[in-house]
């Protein structure tokens, strides 16, 4: 019984904690739900690899409130998405936007495959191309004299 409390106690301690604190959320459902979903496409700018959602990070949690103020405010999700861009750039975006400015970053997978296949191609086409020699008589005893 022990052992099994000891497990449950280590398992409770090593599960990470939700970073959004009850005091954060919105009473109303629909509005948290708006809330949480934003707050999922967000990029914490300390944990870079993290949304505001999932971040620990003192400004993860004054941009979740910011979200939750915009939204009270009866902005709609792209005007808090636009403003906290106009404020942060669109690094700030988990999900970055298709503009002439990351056109290339969209692009780039896309050029990588092509470039690859294009190479695999040509490869493959040099390959046929060349027909096999023959072997030389020399050759020919010298391999029978190696499988002997």
């Avoid at 999932?54 to 004054?62: E, G, H």
């Avoid at 103020?69 to 106009?86: H, N, R």
Wanted: proline share 7%.
């Amino acid at each position: 019984m022990r052992r099994l409390l000891a497990i449950l106690a280590l398992v409770a301690l090593v599960t990470p904690a939700p970073a959004l604190t009850p005091d954060e959320q919105l009473s109303d459902p629909a509005l948290e739900a708006r809330a949480r979903a934003i707050s999922a496409g967000l990029r914490c700018l300390v944990c870079q690899n993290q949304s505001i959602d999932d971040s620990d990070a003192p400004l993860a949690k004054d941009l979740r409130h910011l979200v939750r103020e915009q939204i009270t405010a009866g902005k709609s999700d792209p005007e808090i998405l636009d403003f906290v861009v106009a404020r942060y750039g669109e690094f700030v975006l988990l999900r970055p936007r298709l503009t002439a400015e990351t056109i290339i970053l969209w692009a780039t997978p896309f050029a990588v495959l092509l470039v690859a296949g294009a190479a695999l191609l040509v490869r493959r086409r040099n390959r046929e191309a060349v027909p096999e020699a023959p072997l030389s008589e020399a050759e020919r005893q010298a391999l029978d004299r190696a499988l002997e």
